[in-house]
């Protein structure tokens, strides 16, 4: 009867304490919980007298102390991911030191976290910062540096002075705003993300942690990740306004006009030399606009005769996409009647219209306008909506980054690793006057790049041209507008002698390289030679 | 010769499998994993087709390639109705079937929409291979014995008729001259006659027939899934989820997926040991049974799927087929090239696509028994 005077009372105290205790007896059964027991795993467990603990928790630790009889203290116990309680278990044996059962005493795991004291903090954060890959420092108000990790050491050791400038200017205007402040240094080598924060305590300015994170490897990586892009587009014949190299003013107010008539549904005509770049504008254009999920259809009014008369001769609605027609000047004056009047029908529908137009020509229609061999009308309708692309001679700027481009991606293809171009390589090839524009630029770098041995990493004059041969006057093709009623089979051949001619001086007449240039074997070559009349 | 590039889609629940190809040669394979919040927004499956269509195209042009070189689309076959095998064109008919889900909901169904959204734009034709519901089953096949139950032939048709056509080549035969058994031993298990180019008898793996498998079971003593069917166990969802994907192997050991087949068979003394013979015990039944439907003239006997990576289980059902004709082994199935090999024989012209006919048309052809 005492007994369970003292039993019920006990376990009234029970109640009042801040710990959790369960109490179960020889088997593992719950004979006793308090409120707080209950309350400390509501959370994950619903604690019932008569049952078993483990189908209740689990993992509980009790028939370990039971089967043990050893006591358990401190122990963490994981009640979810984020919650922890600190578990005592105490074995309960009666007076033949038998067991009769166990007691767990449950604590709130926050309670006992005091060792995080502020010097255990301090050395915790000192460790963080040690091991951090990126660079941290803290400074005081005057700008002393109070701690720094290995990682900021090893970074302000790589940038020269004027960065290490730039990384203390950051930390002068946190102290003069009093707020974040971040830059990002970009050169060619580096790239660090610099971010500065104020240490404010009690509303005063004690100092500032700044945040130095390198990117350089990430840089690098977007960037070659880009230029493989662009490679593959270019294989693919696939381009973007990106694609496009360029400083000169005159190719980005004719990139600019492009992007404004992609927005339209207008028909467009773009005009340009040889290699300036039609078809890469005109594809760039359909992949701006709406249509670049839908076919890019072009057409070459010699090489694609039946598909330029389907287009003459059907319907408009049955076209999708985006049709480049390009030569324009070689369709006959018939086959321009029917454009302008195909052109016309587009103008009224223009808003219905399921495709888009992209014309081009590589030669001046005035010239074929005087000859009368171009539709005047037609040449009128052409002219409402037309892009210029200046020839290199007119943006000479442009050529040294287009060289470097090429010779990126001639590196790739030969095994080469040239970086940089000479000033008097740079000089030659910028007074070049070149006939297939930027076609012809790129010959060249991949001609001049078989001269470079494996270790050089600059571009020089002396791979660029023979010796005598610099600025040499390239032989002009004669004007194709006066030959439009030739088969294409001798204009063909007209080419053929021009280049062969032009390589043959080039190479100061050394026939095998020559052959191997131009990919013809050996025999083939002189089988022309003499065709030619070159000999 | 020409070169073809073809862009294969596989639409499952979540990922949209897709490659392309250039002939034979894969140049992209890739899986394109959707926001699982996204589709949950689509009120069916059918309805994600845009949105599919447009993560494709996303993805192929920021890689930089040329949509308009592409020659044809190809996308998974989908729930459509009974059909012979092959290569069929994408029409409006096969468009109305998969939008209506006429033969049920299933990602795959999203395929054909996919593909003929992509290949319209870029004026080219669009295609599927061999669907699930390829039936040249016999008429002699689809009697059960039950008239109010008749067989229908549902199976793994991509792979059996694409390893079908390999191994005819290599036997320096036609695919449409040669009989074949094959035996495809993945996720399901199905085991098909291939007569001619025709799978005249295939057990169908989905419900019930032939072999157990990893997950499902196979046949069943019908009188005793009926008691149990009855006994208030089970509920008709619960049952059915059972026979799909608690019986089988994993239903004899009680393990996770994960269970490697070539360890356990390791060992004879292995007690699972007797559960994997068990399993190539009923793929060889299932084998024989399928020679008889052919009157055992087999020009050869195909292991094709996943489990055929497992030389110790070939081995084990080796020893009691290679009485009927020569194994071939094809482990693992490759569904993109399948499909893209597919579509490559209508490009070169080896074989005419098929038009996929409206409801009367294929009734009239037999198939309705």
Redesign the interface.
């Known amino acids: 009867m005492i007994d369970r005077t003292i039993q019920s009372t006990s376990y009234t105290l029970f109640d009042e304490l801040k710990e959790g205790i369960i109490l179960v007896d020889n088997h593992g059964v719950i004979c006793y919980f308090n409120q707080s027991a209950e309350r400390m795993v509501q959370k994950q467990y619903h604690l019932q007298i008569d049952q078993h603990i483990l189908s209740i928790i689990p993992n509980s630790g009790m028939m370990r102390v039971l089967h043990t009889k050893r006591k358990e203290e401190q122990k963490m116990f994981a009640i979810s991911d984020t919650d922890y309680l600190l578990i005592s278990r105490y074995p309960l044996k009666d007076k033949e030191n038998q067991i009769i059962g166990a007691v767990a005493v449950l604590q709130e795991a926050s309670q006992k976290r005091e060792w995080l004291d502020d010097d255990n903090i301090q050395m915790l954060l000192t460790l963080i910062l040690q091991k951090s890959a990126e660079a941290y420092v803290i400074v005081d108000e005057q700008g002393l540096v109070i701690m720094q990790n290995p990682s900021y050491d090893g970074l302000i050791s790589v940038v020269d002075q004027e960065q290490h400038e730039s990384v203390i200017k950051n930390r002068e205007e946190v102290f003069q705003t009093r707020r974040d402040a971040e830059i990002t240094l970009n050169t060619d080598t580096l790239c660090l993300s610099i971010k500065s924060t104020p240490i404010i305590v009690d509303g005063k300015l004690k100092g500032c942690l700044q945040i130095i994170e390198n990117k350089t490897e990430t840089v690098y990586l977007k960037k070659e990740l880009q230029q493989t892009?662009?490679i593959?587009?270019g294989l693919?014949?696939?381009y973007q306004f990106d694609d496009f190299i360029y400083r000169s003013p005159f190719m980005k107010f004719a990139i600019e006009q492009a992007k404004l008539a992609a927005a339209t549904k207008r028909v467009i005509f773009i005009r340009g030399e040889e290699g300036t770049g039609k078809f890469m504008l005109a594809n760039a254009i359909h992949?701006w606009s709406e249509n670049?999920?839908?076919?890019?259809?072009r057409i070459h009014p010699k090489r694609n005769q039946a598909q330029l008369n389907k287009f003459l001769s059907t319907n408009c609605t049955k076209y999708?996409?985006t049709i480049y027609l390009e030569n324009v000047t070689y369709l006959s004056i018939d086959e321009q009647t029917l454009l302008l009047e195909k052109l016309r029908e587009f103008g009224k529908g223009e808003k219905q219209a399921s495709f888009r137009l992209i014309i081009s020509s590589p030669i001046k229609l005035e010239k074929a306008l005087i000859a009368g061999a171009f539709l005047e009308e037609l040449y009128d309708e052409l002219m409402k909506t037309n892009i210029y692309l200046p020839p290199l001679s007119e943006r000479k700027e442009d050529i040294y980054p287009l060289s470097k481009y090429f010779l990126m991606e001639l590196n790739q293809e030969s095994d080469r690793w040239i970086q940089e171009i000479d000033l008097e390589a740079q000089k030659a090839l910028e007074s070049y006057s070149y006939t297939s524009n930027a076609l012809e630029l790129k010959a060249i770098l991949q001609l001049a790049v078989v001269r470079v041995q494996e270790e050089e990493t600059v571009l020089k004059l002396e791979h660029l041209f023979h010796s005598g041969e610099k600025k040499e006057q390239p032989i002009e093709l004669e004007d194709t507008t006066d030959d439009v009623d030739q088969p294409l089979s001798e204009l063909v051949e007209k080419y053929e002698k021009v280049i062969i001619e032009k390589t043959l001086r080039k190479l100061e007449g050394n026939k095998t390289l020559t052959a191997k240039t131009l990919g013809l074997s050996v025999r083939n070559l002189y089988y022309k030679l003499d065709k030619y009349h070159l000999n | 010769m020409s070169r073809y590039r073809i862009l294969v889609i596989n639409p499952r629940s979540l990922v949209t499998e897709i490659a392309l190809y250039e002939n034979q040669v894969p140049i992209i394979i890739e899986d394109l994993h959707h926001d699982s919040e996204k589709i949950r927004e689509f009120s069916s499956i059918v309805s994600q087709y845009k949105f599919r269509t447009n993560e494709i195209l996303l993805y192929l042009v920021d890689k930089g390639i040329n949509l308009s070189k592409l020659a044809a689309v190809c996308g998974r076959g989908g729930l459509l109705k009974p059909i012979d095998g092959g290569t069929y064109i994408i029409n409006a008919a096969m468009r109305n079937d998969l939008l209506g889900q006429t033969r049920g909901e299933h990602p795959s169904n999203l395929g054909a929409l996919i593909a003929y959204e992509i290949a319209e734009h870029l004026e080219i034709p669009s295609y599927i291979v061999d669907p699930v519901v390829v039936d040249e089953m016999d008429n002699i096949a689809k009697i059960s014995g039950y008239p109010k139950i008749t067989r229908k032939s549902v199976f793994h048709a991509l792979n059996h008729k694409a390893t079908g056509r390999r191994a005819a080549m290599e036997l320096g035969k036609k695919y449409e001259k040669v009989k074949l058994i094959i035996a495809h031993l993945g996720d399901g298990i199905t085991i098909g006659a291939h007569s001619n180019g025709k799978v005249i008898d295939v057990n169908n793996g989905l419900n019930g027939e032939g072999p157990f498998s990893m997950e499902r079971s196979g046949t069943l003593p019908h009188g005793d899934l009926v008691d149990l069917c009855y006994s208030g166990e089970f509920t008709y969802k619960e049952m059915k989820q059972q026979l799909l994907y608690h019986s089988g192997v994993m239903a004899y050991l009680d393990k996770p997926r994960s269970l490697q087949i070539e360890e356990e068979l390791q060992n004879p003394d292995n007690p699972n040991y007797l559960i994997f013979e068990a399993l190539a015990y009923q793929v060889a039944k299932e084998i024989g049974s399928a020679s008889t439907v052919l009157f055992g003239k087999v020009d050869a006997i195909i292991l094709t799927g996943e489990l055929a990576f497992s030389n110790l289980f070939v081995k084990l059902i080796m020893e009691r087929v290679s009485w009927i004709a020569d194994i071939m082994v094809y482990p693992g199935e490759n569904e993109r090239q399948s499909l893209a090999e597919g579509v490559l024989r209508v490009l070169r012209k080896e074989e005419i696509p098929k038009e996929y006919g409206d409801r009367e048309e294929c009734e009239d052809n037999g198939k309705g028994v």
Do not use: C, M, T, V
């Open positions: 892009k662009a593959i587009r693919e014949h696939n992949n670049k999920f839908k076919l890019f259809k999708k996409g």
